[in-house]
């Protein structure tokens, strides 16, 4: 059973407006969590992070928010750009140890 | 060179085929991974290094075998692989596992077709 999950598969967002991208969780024990970012043909890259401390951490353009209670996160991309337009992946881990992926969302920016 | 490199690029093999995948990292990072990544499945972690010793392989076949002869290289060798094992196989390194940074670094991976 996956303990990461990104429940949507792609995604279509207007440029210049906000992509959301969501991830839920079922380990209670994560205390960690990540946001990578893929283009084809190369490998994922680290984007943003968070910790189970915090509910909400940014970096220019993108905001990651953690609902605990909800076991939920999300990514937000203001304003998106065309160069946004990437296989997304959430990450989580728990004490320090291997992450656990979700699956990816393909986020289409449209021109 | 810099970040994380792999080699090579694309793969093609037969299932009787012996073949090797290699990965090198110039960030001076004790720790190494492979990963395993099929269509919109989430990345599975097949192995990690940690100061050249495997300290982590989830439940992996045997036809693939890590080898770490230093911090900086890294190898899969593949044998009689089945054609499910076809995906992209990925290389990471980070500062330390476990440790205070959970950032990994990707190299571009290995795109594997076993025929």
């Known amino acids: 059973d996956q303990q990461v999950k990104q429940n949507s598969p792609s995604l279509s967002v207007q440029e210049g407006r906000i992509s959301i991208l969501n991830c839920d969780y079922t380990?209670?024990?994560?205390?960690?969590f990540l946001w990578y970012k893929k283009y084809p043909a190369e490998g994922p890259t680290f984007l943003i992070s968070?910790?189970?401390i915090k509910d909400k951490n940014e970096d220019g353009r993108f905001t990651v928010f953690l609902n605990k209670s909800a076991k939920h996160l999300s990514l937000h991309i203001v304003p998106s750009q065309p160069g946004d337009s990437a296989v997304y992946f959430c990450?989580?881990?728990?004490?320090?140890?291997?992450?656990?992926w979700g699956a990816g969302t393909k986020l289409i920016i449209k021109p | 060179e810099t970040g994380v490199t792999q080699t090579p690029r694309h793969l093609v093999m037969g299932m009787t085929n012996k073949k090797s995948l290699k990965c090198e990292q110039h960030?001076?990072?004790?720790?190494m991974y492979w990963y395993k990544q099929s269509a919109k499945k989430p990345l599975e972690l097949m192995f990690v290094?940690?100061?050249?010793?495997?300290?982590e392989n989830n439940s992996v076949p045997s036809r693939f075998s890590p080898e770490c002869p230093n911090s900086s290289h890294l190898f899969l060798h593949l044998h009689t692989l089945q054609p499910e094992d076809s995906a992209l196989y990925l290389c990471?390194?980070?500062?330390?596992?476990?440790?205070?940074?959970?950032?990994?670094?990707f190299g571009p991976g290995t795109r594997l077709t076993v025929t």
């Open positions: 380990n209670s024990m994560f205390d960690y």
């Open positions: 968070i910790s189970s």
């Open positions: 990450a989580a881990s728990a004490n320090n140890y291997q992450l656990i």
């Open positions: 290094y940690s100061l050249e010793e495997r300290v």
């Open positions: 960030l001076g990072h004790n720790a």
């Open positions: 990471a390194s980070s500062q330390d596992f476990p440790g205070t940074s959970y950032e990994q670094y």
